[in-house]
């Protein structure tokens, strides 16, 4: 690649993406406007930036590197995707959620829980959890556009990182949640048209879809003896039943990845952003086609790389990318697209990593502010500045956790978010959009049990984070407390169900405590399902406990 | 069929593909 033009189309795009950034600034009036682009935003607008907010780096390079070894098993996971992160997101949850985040006046989604239930506590408990866990994933999000940007621009890792940091930060801070999305609908249409280009470039090169598979499946006898070993099948099967590589499969990747976008702040609150049922209904359409080219892309390309790189080197794709399944991607697409090509893809890459931190750190910021400081009447004033200041704060806080915890903790920050993310919140959600008998103390047995039971078995239980964290190690002495199956077992496997029963449990047990809540419940319905609508409500406080 | 071993992952990329056409149709719309 010519290094001198690289780098002036990326800064093309960069002068794209900040005028879009400042369209955002001049929009932004209000708090609403800076909190939830002024609930008026374009549903094409809304569904390309929640996918675009969805999909990382990490996840087209790392996703597809992991299906490239897994095998097409993983495509559970895009079904899920597409079924559950848009059409339930939208057009189930998110119809609900617009509707009674309005009718609350609630613009972030801790404070959306804590009107609903009546409780400061679920808030600033929510926000709090926010904003001490998600500076780990926007740091791991933040080390691979700076590693992408030394491997590509050839700048210095340090230099990359920062820049990257100091960019989403001025877009965040100037634009609010309008340059956001503006922003995060360019990086995604960026990311569809290079994704779509790879999907067929790929299947072409290996003779079709069905000479593909076929060509995949009689490879069965070149995978690597230590995965037969944890269950590997081929890549055109499922990994065996109860093996370990089964149980990463269904409880990490497809469960927590696939349940758990339901419950992520960022995610949830788009829904929160468009004028009306309609436009979720529209973004249902663009947000099935997005989603189908960018993990549909992913986990159908990973494994048919093994195909090519057989056909042309004579061995599997792991191999050549000499045991780093980071690299399988990168490497396949140096091979088999034109050089014109890898220039759309790094603009795609930088697009998935730009739109992934603003969304995160934009939640940072408006959980510092509005759920915690306001909630704990810090500051009633100024709160798209005090927005700003939780933004310095969170983008601060993620890059030095990007220096300061080793390699091997910060590489297990995604599922260990979306695993306490879904056990904490996903019950009490539900309870808030479809039970009128949901009650306060329940809500919150609900969400404390869900991240502590969650946070537990990352530490303690599941091999991956507890080997990686040690604490496990300098308390008792050994890896993790439990045998195997625990090793592998996700914690939102169990933490979810548990967190679900609780919330049922304590509800019920003080269920004569719903008559205290009747107001909200009554007001957060209005023109939710059946019952008729009411005006929204504004400025409705909240009580502590 | 699909070329695919096993039918579970034949299903699961006709699902995805399904699905997706599944979002279109639904969303084909203040």
Known sequence: ?545 | MLGMEDWTITIAWLGTVLASLFCIVYGAWD
């Open chain 1, 1 to 545: 690649m010519n290094l001198s033009l690289l780098i002036g189309m990326v800064i093309v795009y960069l002068g794209v993406m900040s005028w879009l950034a400042f369209l955002g600034n001049r929009q932004t009036r209000t708090a609403e406007d800076y909190l939830v682009a002024g609930r008026n935003v374009h549903p094409a607008v809304m569904a390309l930036s929640y996918g675009a907010t969805m999909i990382s780096t990490s996840a087209i390079i790392g996703f597809g590197g992991a299906a490239a070894v897994f095998g097409f098993g993983l495509l559970w996971l895009a079904f899920l995707n597409i079924v559950v992160g848009i059409f339930v997101a939208f057009a189930i949850f998110g119809v609900r959620l617009r509707k009674m985040s309005q009718n609350l006046d609630a613009t972030t989604f801790p404070t959306l829980l804590g009107k609903r239930y009546h409780s400061k506590f679920i808030a600033v408990f929510s926000g709090l959890m926010i904003f001490l866990f998600m500076p780990a994933y926007t740091s791991i999000v933040l080390i691979g556009g700076g590693r992408f940007l030394q491997e590509t621009l050839k700048v210095d890792y340090n230099i990359g990182l920062l820049l990257l940091a100091v960019i989403v930060a001025l877009y965040v801070i100037t634009g609010g949640l309008k340059g956001v999305m503006y922003t995060d609908a360019f990086a995604g249409l960026v990311m569809l048209f290079g994704m779509i280009l790879l999907l067929f470039s790929t299947y072409y090169a290996v003779g079709g879809v069905v000479d593909g598979h076929q060509g995949l499946s009689a490879m069965k006898d070149q995978i690597p003896p230590p995965l037969v070993e944890q269950g590997h099948q081929g890549w055109t099967s499922m990994p065996a039943l109860g093996s370990p590589l089964w149980w990463t499969l269904i409880s990490t990747l497809v469960m927590g990845v696939g349940i758990g976008v339901l419950a992520q702040p960022q995610l949830a609150m788009r829904s929160m952003t468009v004028r009306g049922t309609r436009s979720l209904y529209r973004s249902v359409l663009i947000g099935g086609v997005f989603m189908f080219f960018m993990t549909g892309t992913a986990f159908m390309v990973g494994p048919i790389s093994n195909l090519y790189f057989h056909e042309t080197q004579g061995k599997i794709a792991i191999a050549v990318a000499e045991g780093n399944s980071d690299l399988i991607m990168p490497i396949f697409i140096n091979r088999i697209m034109p050089e014109w090509f890898l220039y759309l893809f790094t603009l795609t890459l930088l697009s998935a990593a730009i739109s992934t931190i603003s969304s995160l750190i934009h939640v940072q910021g408006t959980a510092f502010s509005e759920d915690i400081l306001r909630n704990l009447n810090v500051s009633r004033e100024g709160r798209m500045n005090l927005s700003r200041i939780g933004v310095l704060v969170g983008i601060v806080a993620a890059v030095i956790l990007a220096y300061i915890l080793p390699g091997s903790v910060i590489a297990q920050a995604t599922a260990f978010w979306f695993g306490i993310c879904a056990a904490g919140f996903l019950p009490a959600l539900v309870g808030a959009l479809y039970w009128r008998n949901a009650t306060q103390a329940g809500a919150a047995a609900s969400i404390v049990t869900g991240f502590g039971l969650s946070i537990f078995g990352f530490l303690f239980l599941h091999q991956k984070e507890a080997a990686a964290f040690g604490l496990a190690k300098a308390l008792f002495g050994k890896e993790t407390l439990l045998p195997y199956p625990w090793t592998h077992v996700d914690p939102l496997f169990y933490a979810l169900p548990i967190s679900a029963v609780v919330f049922g449990i304590v509800s019920w047990l003080t269920r004569t405590s719903v008559s205290q809540i009747q107001e909200q419940v009554r007001q957060g319905f209005a023109g939710v399902g059946t019952v008729s609508a009411l005006p929204p409500i504004k400025g409705q406080g909240m009580k502590k406990g």
